[in-house]
């Protein structure tokens, strides 16, 4: 193993996910703030995701996804939180 590989993380931080109750809204917000722009739709009978990603990023960089239910539920605090990712080298 070369010595760089030896040095590497073993995690690298990938996403974190948000539920939200008005996607574009929250779309208009990160581009506004943080300079995002979405990268990718994933559109499905029951949600709708949004990643957003900086312009410009390399591909598997970190990302923001925007998470929307399309049933129309409320969201309270608490729960209007998804997952983080990491990607890994070795999940042992």
Same mark, same amino acid.
């Given at each position: 193993?070369?010595?760089?590989?030896?040095?590497?993380? $073993?995690?690298?931080?990938? %996403?974190?996910?948000?539920?939200?109750?008005? #996607?574009?809204?929250?779309?208009? %917000? !990160?581009?506004?703030?943080?300079? #995002?722009?979405? $990268?990718?739709?994933?559109?499905?009978?029951?949600?709708?995701?949004?990643?957003?990603?900086?312009?410009?990023?390399?591909?598997?960089?970190?990302? #923001?996804?925007? !998470?929307? *239910?399309?049933?129309? /539920?409320?969201?309270?605090?608490?729960?209007? *939180?998804?997952?983080?990712? %990491? !990607?890994? /080298?070795?999940?042992?």
């Amino acid at each position: 193993m070369s010595e760089t590989a030896a040095k590497a993380p $073993s995690a690298t931080f990938a %996403f974190v996910k948000l539920i939200v109750a008005d #996607l574009d809204g929250a779309v208009d %917000f !990160y581009a506004r703030v943080l300079g #995002l722009t979405v $990268s990718q739709t994933i559109d499905l009978p029951g949600l709708t995701e949004k990643i957003l990603a900086k312009p410009g990023q390399a591909p598997g960089a970190a990302s #923001l996804i925007l !998470y929307h *239910h399309k049933d129309g /539920r409320a969201l309270t605090l608490g729960d209007a *939180h998804g997952p983080v990712g %990491f !990607y890994v /080298r070795d999940v042992d």
